[in-house]
Every structure is written in C-alpha cells, then in structure tokens.
C-alpha cells in the first residue's frame, strides 16, 4: 500500500527555521495537506493543497512542493510550535487517503 | 459556527462491535463529506475512511473495509462509524473530519470532531 515517509524527529532553537519533508510516489500528482497536532488535542490544519494556508494559520508556517517531496517550513519557530505534525495525501489511483507517520518537533 | 459533535467513550469486548455517531451542525449536511479518521495510544494518524451525505459514495482502506461501515442519515446531519470483530488493535481516539463531497474534492480548510474513545478490552 502507498505510504508517505516523514523524518520521525526535528529539533531546532527558538526563532530558527524548521523544515519536515514528507516524500511519496505520487505527491507529483497529489496535493498534501499539513496538520500540527498538540498533546491531547485534534489535528490542526497548516497548510491545503501543498502550498495553501487557512485562514487563521500564521505567515510563519508555508508549503512547498519539489517533485516527489514536499515540505514544511516553519520561518521563526516558537516554544508554541512543539507539536507532531503530518502530511496527508491520496494514493494514486484515487482508492484512499494516507497519512505520513508523523514527525515530532522539539524546539530546544 | 460549524461543529462536529461525536458520541461518548465506548469500552468494547473483543470481537463486539461499536458504533459512533457524528452530528453535524453550522453548515448544509450534504455539501460535504465526511472522513473518519484514528489514533492508537502513542501512535500517529490514520485515515479509515470516507462517506458522501450527497451521494453516498464510501471509501475505506483495504486492510479493515470488511469490518468497517460508514453510513449517514441527511435527516438529522449525522454520520456514523460502525467497526465489527474488535480486536485490541482497534483501541484508539476515532475523529469525524469534514471532507470533500466528491472523495477527489480539495478542500481549502476542515473542521474535525472532539474525538471518541474507543477501549477494546476483555
């Protein structure tokens, strides 16, 4: 079955860049969406459509997208942003949607 | 204000089945449809599966879709996961996500349920 990889971990310092990549076969012809996830709480939408950011989500946190690897980036990173985040996306053919296994994201 | 409102914590015995509401308010039912989505103890996401309120159309993943059943009823905006033959594998948090009407739609945000406990133990 179609799987998306996500580096497990990422530390960075406060007010550093942080970048999460999430690869995929398909991801050239699928979008990705992006969620943060704190402790004990539902996913939040970051970023739709590969490069896309809700209303209400900071400037801070963007997508971008090179071939089979897409990637978020976190511009200034904040104790608040210590959360696991997931990239989503959809298998090729269209039959299910699949999430990547998560990366971790410790601010030091 | 758009709200997904999901049923209470269930504890299960082996090889029972449960059944988990999703109800639905703040926007037209059927504009939407609905994914289910879980989370094991320590462990990341995973998409279950999906169901049209307009169309009726369902997606599930391979592994669980013979035990997996989602259905809607339009007349009172709500969506339900039913999941038959439990195992402690099933143990997790079961979330209802507001999705795409047709199952290729992009959405531009989502709104997600509070999440429903699902303990399967003996």
């Known amino acids: 079955s179609y799987e998306l990889t996500q580096p497990p971990s990422v530390s960075v310092s406060p007010g550093q860049t942080a970048r999460i990549t999430c690869s995929g076969d398909a991801l050239p012809d699928q979008y990705v969406y992006w969620y943060q996830q704190k402790r004990g709480q539902a996913p939040v939408l970051l970023i739709s459509k590969d490069t896309e950011r809700p209303s209400g989500i900071p400037e801070r946190f963007s997508g971008s997208t090179s071939g089979t690897t897409v990637t978020l980036t976190i511009s200034g990173v904040r104790a608040e942003d210590e959360a696991d985040y997931y990239c989503r996306s959809t298998d090729i053919n269209n039959n299910y949607k699949v999430f990547g296994g998560g990366t971790r994201l410790t601010v030091l | 204000q758009i709200q997904l409102v999901q049923s209470g914590g269930e504890v299960k015995e082996p090889g029972a089945s449960v059944k988990v509401s999703c109800k639905v308010s703040g926007y037209p039912f059927t504009s939407f449809g609905i994914s289910w989505v879980r989370q094991a103890p320590g462990r990341g996401l995973e998409w279950l599966g999906w169901i049209s309120p307009h169309i009726g159309d369902t997606k599930y993943i391979e592994k669980i879709q013979d035990r997996l059943i989602l259905t809607t009823d339009t007349s009172t905006s709500t969506a339900y996961m039913e999941m038959t033959s439990l195992t402690s594998d099933d143990t997790a948090v079961y979330y209802c996500?507001?999705?795409?009407?047709?199952?290729?739609?992009?959405?531009?945000?989502?709104?997600w349920g509070q999440g429903t406990p699902v303990t399967v133990s003996s």
């Open positions: 996500v507001r999705d795409g009407v047709l199952f290729t739609a992009t959405i531009d945000t989502d709104y």
